[in-house]
């Protein structure tokens, strides 16, 4: 008889959890969920992993709707406790950070310095590195191409940041650069630290193992830091119109932001992880190899415009049509980095997608799939996608 007398409850447990499913997906405003992995009945995607929502865009438009148009709510970025708190409290990583103010300014002023870097400014900077580069590559008859893009990517952004020119790619700086980056982005992965899985841990007082790594990390690279600004401000690059000398000036509004120059160390120091000018040469050293059938004409279009007493230079462009198609196609083929870096949504909000609206809650994590963008709306090799993970996930595709 109680078996019997349970039958109504249970019934009725269901139909509750049913109907809390269902709704999951939609919010007071009628605006659903975006579809995303199949998940368990009733549970939906509860056990998985991550908790917060991962969103997944492959369409070219919704991307600029959201990260352009709605920049406001969506220019955050995801955090990790380890980072936060302990291998960058001072958010001098201020691109990988939360959206404040310090996020803001480096912002504004990074715009102004890629004003300067569109109209020209470090054109004769890159030309001198691709004909170092070009001498280096005949020296040794392409022995060491590898390490030679490398160097010549590190060096155009250390020098135009800090004045640091690397001509042969062993300078004791530069290595310092490659060294404390390596460690950064070894600290900033979601395994470097018991404390990204378990938080509550950090309350444990002393000098615990991870507090010690992060300083010994933090205390390395601002040692580095501090060199390179003395080097661009008042030491022997003093007179260059450098990046850190325009972040370190006084007279502007923002005042002296010499601190925020740490980001540029982090992009000048990744040939080891793989900078994203190198990593398109490499791909365009793979193309040729791949498919040489190509380069012929490649070469008899610079052959006509060029000639053969000069090297080619920025005013060619225009006037290298599939030079220019080969540039793109390189970039398009295989992107540096084919998922994007990550954003975090900041507020509700809902994005209509062919003629559904769907909602984004606070928290989420925003990815702009490189790679789909580009086949999807060149090629059209893969339809677009808008997947999300998370509690109260659907499955399907867009």
């Given at each position: 008889m109680d078996g019997l007398r349970l039958q109504p409850?249970?019934?009725?447990?269901?139909?509750?959890?049913?109907g809390l499913y269902l709704l999951r997906?939609?919010?007071?405003?009628?605006?659903r969920r975006p579809p995303g992995p199949p998940g368990l009945p009733l549970l939906g995607n509860i056990l998985q992993i991550p908790v917060k929502p991962v969103f997944l865009i492959g369409d070219i438009r919704l991307a600029?709707?959201?990260l352009e148009k709605r920049s406001a709510k969506f220019s955050s970025r995801p955090t990790m406790p380890y980072v936060r708190d302990h291998l960058d409290p001072a958010q001098v990583y201020w691109a990988l950070g939360k959206q404040n103010e310090t996020h803001f300014i480096a912002r504004k002023l990074t715009t102004g310095l890629m004003v300067a870097v569109r109209a020209g400014e470090t054109e004769p900077?890159?030309?001198?590195?691709?004909?170092?580069?070009?001498t280096y590559l005949i020296d040794d008859r392409g022995k060491n191409w590898f390490h030679h893009i490398d160097r010549a990517s590190a060096s155009m952004v250390l020098a135009a940041a800090f004045g640091l020119h690397c001509p042969t790619g062993q300078e004791p700086d530069l290595k310092e650069v490659i060294a404390c980056t390596a460690e950064a982005v070894r600290l900033a992965t979601p395994s470097a630290s018991i404390?990204?899985?378990?938080?509550?841990?950090?309350?444990i007082p002393g000098p615990m193992p991870w507090r010690k790594r992060a300083q010994n990390c933090r205390k390395r690279e601002d040692a580095l830091y501090d060199r390179l600004i003395t080097r661009a401000v008042c030491g022997e690059a003093s007179g260059m119109n450098t990046w850190a000398a325009a972040f370190a000036k006084e007279d502007k509004p923002e005042g002296d932001q010499r601190r925020?120059?740490?980001?540029f160390t982090i992009v000048g120091g990744l040939p080891q992880s793989r900078l994203h000018t190198a990593i398109s040469m490499h791909t365009f050293i793979l193309a040729c190899i791949l498919y040489p059938e190509w380069i012929p004409r490649a070469q008899r279009e610079i052959d006509a415009i060029v000639g053969e007493d000069r090297l080619p230079s920025f005013k060619d462009r225009p006037h290298l049509p599939f030079v220019e198609a080969i540039v793109r196609e390189t970039l398009r083929w295989r992107p540096a980095v084919r998922f994007g870096i990550p954003h975090q949504s900041t507020a509700d909000d809902a994005v209509e997608y062919k003629g559904q609206e769907y909602f984004i809650p606070k928290g989420s994590i925003i990815f702009a799939v490189t790679w789909s963008v580009l086949y999807s709306w060149n090629v059209l090799l893969h339809p677009p996608t808008f997947f999300v993970q998370g509690n109260g996930a659907q499955s399907g595709k867009i």
């Open positions: 409850v249970t019934v009725a447990a269901f139909a509750l959890l049913g997906s939609h919010t007071a405003s009628g605006a600029k709707e959201i900077l890159q030309q001198f590195e691709a004909l170092l580069n070009i404390i990204n899985v378990l938080p509550f841990l950090d309350i925020l120059m740490n980001q």
